[in-house]
């Protein structure tokens, strides 16, 4: 109800004049120009008569008592207990001062608005939307954000797992031959593979990017020092019944071949480490991301 009369037949002025606040919510004691509920502190759809208006300008008036809960404050009409609040069983009469009017006639603050639920949502509200920004940044990765396209398993029935590891052991071949050590697998540099092949197959899709240089560095996590020798990116596409299809030697074979093409030398990083991830994109391409340091 926003304008015209109360249902107690008394006109309702509009809120913020300069009369007196004749109606307070029921349940917190704040009071309203108008009878007109639900309460905007609390929400409670009760309203009830001010017990207490404005002070008048007359120094000599004698203002009404009330009976306040010595429990709760709760300011009652009628000494009737117990307390509709709290429900104990006794009441104080008070007569209301100066400082009972100023912070009932004051205006809504956000401390007032922050009740109990005010203050849960807005907790959910910020950890929320930390949570989004550290899975936008790559911090960390939140239900159905981490699905690529394609399958990180196999490739037209070859399997993956098995051709990153043929694929560094024929790469460790094509090293001795040219007289150069063996690098050995490193976990944390062929999670950062794994990070930058599956980011570029989503790139390619459509339905991401590749990652930053400083996403790559925390899935290092240093074991590359300072300097990452070289990351190579190489895809291949394969029809069946062709050859590099017939195992997973065969299929590292060659995306070895496809390496050395791309690369044509072979980095001889400062600390002989690798990593290998292959990926069969939704193209009907095999990706594949050599990282070396």
Known sequence: MSGGDSPDGEATGGSGGGGSAKWRCAWCDKPHDRN??????????????????????????????????????RVHQKNSPPCSRCGNPSLERRVPDESDYDEELAGTSYLDLLNARYVVGLAFALVAGTVLVLALLGVVTLPGMDSVPGSAGEYRGVDLDETETAFVAGLNDRRTEAGLG????????????????????????????????????????????????????????????????????????????????ETGEFAEPEENLVGVDVHAGPDGSVYATVLVC
């Not at 639900?38 to 004698?62: I, L, M, Y």
């Open 36 to 73: 007109d509920p639900p309460c905007d502190n609390c929400g409670h759809h009760k309203f009830e008569k001010a017990v207490v208006p404005v002070a008048p300008e007359d120094p000599d008036h004698e203002r009404e008592p009330v009976w306040v809960c010595p429990e709760c404050g």
């Open 182 to 261: 063996e690098y050995e697998s490193d976990e944390n540099v062929a999670d950062a593979a794994r990070l930058y092949n599956q980011g570029w197959v989503s790139e390619v899709a459509g339905t991401g990017s590749i990652p930053s240089g400083e996403r790559l560095g925390r899935a290092l996590d240093g074991t590359c020092g300072e300097r990452v020798e070289r990351i190579t990116p190489l895809s291949r596409s394969f029809d069946e019944g062709e050859p590099a299809l017939g195992s997973p030697d065969a299929l590292a074979a060659a995306l070895v071949d496809g390496y050395a093409a």
